[in-house]
Every structure is written in structure tokens, then in C-alpha cells.
T-cell receptor, first 111, second 113 residues
Framework: EAGVTQSPTHLIKTRGQQATLRCSPI?????VYWYQQALGLGLQFLLW???????NRGNFPPRFSGRQFPNYSSELNVNALELEDSALYLC??????????FGDGTRLSIL | GENVEQHPSTLSVQEGDSAVIKCTYS??????FPWYKQELGKGPQLIID?????GEKKDQRIAVTLNKTAKHFSLHITETQPEDSAVYFC????????????FGRGTSLIVHP
């Protein structure tokens, strides 16, 4: 069974640009969660998508947004990038009643 | 909302020693407590979990204990090996898809050969 896949592995942007990160969940999983992992801060919840709908979002500004496609894959978009957006962005998928399974993340660097 | 505190932030042990990482949570309604291991360049991987109807769970060299009254749970690794070196995260949540796990800030475990 293929795990959660994320692309790209690394992304380098400059301040003010926009970034798009992608996630494919485990086959059969309909829920996708996005987390930001900045150095020393653990995993901060960003967004949760289930069955194509945004179900919950964490304490992040509106320039963090995303969507989930009919095949349950998901995109995270970050607009007007700031230096403090530099972090590892993790995607996790879940089957009801089961724990989250994480991808290996996208390392976003803002210059 | 839930708040999870994790200690220590760094733990250095000699190969063969035991390692213990402790977490406390605030929401008495939390009933599911997973532990994740994150190796360098990788995403977190579930290593063990425990539900609130159980006080202890073991899987080979890894065990987790839960004290619901005190609202704390711990990860125990025995006979540590260099490949156990990683960052470990605890989390607390209510089971069910509507709840978002709250993670601790992580413990960097270093096992010296």
C-alpha cells in the first residue's frame, strides 16, 4: 500500500510570492490534514479537508488556503509569502477511527 | 482547547539504557494518545498508541503508560539502540474524525553508541 505522498520535496520562494504544495492520501482515505512544522514549534494544525470540504482550520491567516479534489488529493496554497512561513509542511491522511498517517513533507524556504 | 506539554525537549542516553518521555494534557475528554517518531528528513511515523480504557500498552522495546487521573502519559523505550535516535512527538485527542490531535513540541532523543 502506497503511503501519503507529497510534492515537491523542496520549494524555494521569495517574499511576496505564492506557493502551492500537493498531497495524495493513502488509497481509501478521504480526510486530509495539513500541518506546519517550524523549527522548535512542533506540529501546528493548519487545515482539515474531508470529502472535498474544509472542515476545520487552525489559527493561521487567510493567506493559507487549500482545497481537496474529487480523488481526495489536496493542495495547500500560501499567498504573499513571508520569511516566517519557512517550515516543513506535512500532510496526513486518515481512515475513520484510525490514527493519522503522515507524508514526508515539503520543505518550504523563503528567501 | 487541548494543551499538551512534553518533556524533556532533549534526551541523551547511552546505548542499552532506557529512555522515558513524559506528556501531560489538559482536556479530560481526550481519550486517544498516539506517539510518533520522526527521523531526519522524514514525516512522523506512528510507533504506538493508547486509548483511555487501557493503562499500559507494550510493543517489544516500546511501552506507553497512561494515568487518566493525573492527565499524563509516558513513552518508555528499553535497551535503546542508535537507530532509536529521532524526534518523538506525543499527541492527545478525542477519537473520531471530528477532532484534531494536539501535539507536544517533541523530544529529541540521542542514543550514543
Amino acid at each position: 500500500e502506497a503511503g501519503v505522498t507529497q510534492s515537491p520535496t523542496h520549494l524555494i520562494k521569495t517574499r511576496g510570492q505564492q506557493a502551492t504544495l500537493r498531497c495524495s492520501p493513502i488509497s481509501g482515505h478521504t480526510s486530509v490534514y495539513w500541518y506546519q512544522q517550524a523549527l522548535g514549534l512542533g506540529l501546528q494544525f493548519l487545515l482539515w479537508y474531508d470529502e472535498g470540504e474544509e472542515r476545520n482550520r487552525g489559527n493561521f491567516p487567510p493567506r493559507f488556503s487549500g482545497r481537496q479534489f474529487p480523488n481526495y488529493s489536496s493542495e495547500l496554497n500560501v499567498n504573499a509569502l513571508e520569511l516566517e512561513d519557512s517550515a516543513l509542511y506535512l500532510c496526513a491522511s486518515i481512515s475513520p477511527g484510525q490514527p493519522q498517517h503522515f507524508g514526508d513533507g515539503t520543505r518550504l524556504s523563503i528567501l | 482547547g487541548e494543551n499538551v506539554e512534553q518533556h524533556p525537549s532533549t534526551l541523551s542516553v547511552q546505548e542499552g539504557d532506557s529512555a522515558v518521555i513524559k506528556c501531560t494534557y489538559s482536556d479530560s475528554a481526550s481519550n486517544y494518545f498516539p506517539w510518533y517518531k520522526q527521523e531526519l528528513g522524514k514525516g512522523p511515523q506512528l510507533i504506538i498508541d493508547i486509548r483511555s480504557n487501557v493503562g499500559e500498552k507494550k510493543d517489544q522495546r516500546i511501552a506507553v503508560t497512561l494515568n487518566k487521573t493525573a492527565k499524563h502519559f509516558s513513552l518508555h523505550i528499553t535497551e535503546t539502540q542508535p537507530e532509536d535516535s529521532a524526534v518523538y512527538f506525543c499527541a492527545a485527542t478525542r477519537s473520531g474524525g471530528s477532532y484534531i490531535p494536539t501535539f507536544g513540541r517533541g523530544t529529541s532523543l540521542i542514543v550514543h553508541p
